[in-house]
């Protein structure tokens, strides 16, 4: 089964300051993407970011960024300088033979 | 600029009854798919579509039917509801494969089963 887990359900950072989001997932495939969502209270889902495995350099989006460890099936997301806007659910989510499969979700507090 | 248009956003059921989530998008996409959320367990794929007359399963298909006779259109069929049938859907759109992650997101259904 592919499997996607989130360790952490919530998580709380001070306003300016950095925090990481964990995921690791499970796949026996080698061709597959990876991506952040972020869903605020409006229940919208937001992609942050993506990676695509056969890429060895890890993805940046402004204040995001992504740590791939691709032999581990690790793929933690940064959040350089927080803001209060950065407070949501954030899912991790694998691509693979056109199925998106989502993790369980942190809930990120922003403290001000 | 309508996107993902999800219909009912908010319903109630008895237990036993059938009903018919719809789903429309105006995108012209060719990939389309029905998530549930549920507190704690994240979205969970019910079913998915990568064109019109193309269905396939996701990790939780039991209760639900689906079918893509349009590009525009791919509802979600609830048969019989059961109470563990309780949840927000989404429906989700992309163009071609969605590769790029670009998932366009419809606003959600809330069903409840009594």
């Known amino acids: 089964a592919q499997t996607v887990t989130q360790s952490q359900p919530e998580m709380s950072v001070q306003e300016a300051e950095t925090v990481t989001l964990s995921c690791t997932y499970d796949?026996?495939?080698?061709?597959?993407?990876l991506f952040w969502y972020k869903q605020p209270p409006s229940r919208q889902m937001i992609l942050v970011i993506r990676?695509?495995?056969?890429?060895?350099q890890n993805a940046t989006e402004n204040r995001f960024s992504v740590n791939f460890q691709k032999a581990a099936k690790s793929f933690s997301l940064k959040i350089s300088d927080s803001q209060l806007g950065d407070a949501a659910m954030y899912f991790c989510a694998y691509l693979v033979d056109d199925k998106i499969i989502f993790g369980k979700g942190t809930r990120l507090h922003i403290l001000p | 600029n309508a996107g993902v248009t999800q219909t009912p956003k908010f319903q109630v059921l008895k237990t036993g009854q059938s009903m018919t989530l719809q789903c429309a998008q105006d995108?012209?996409?060719?990939?389309m798919s029905w998530y549930r959320q549920d507190p704690g367990m994240g979205l969970r794929l019910i079913h998915y579509?990568?064109?019109?007359?193309?269905?396939d399963q996701g990790e939780v298909p039991n209760g639900y039917n689906v079918s893509r006779s349009t590009t525009e259109d791919f509802p979600l069929r609830l048969l019989s509801a059961a109470p563990s049938q309780t949840s927000v859907y989404f429906c989700a759109s992309s163009y071609g494969t969605p590769r790029t992650g670009e998932l366009f997101f419809g606003e959600g259904s809330r069903l409840t089963v009594l």
């Open positions: 995108m012209n996409h060719e990939y």
């Open positions: 796949t026996s495939e080698s061709d597959y993407y």
């Open positions: 990676q695509e495995a056969y890429k060895q």
């Open positions: 579509s990568v064109g019109a007359g193309i269905t």
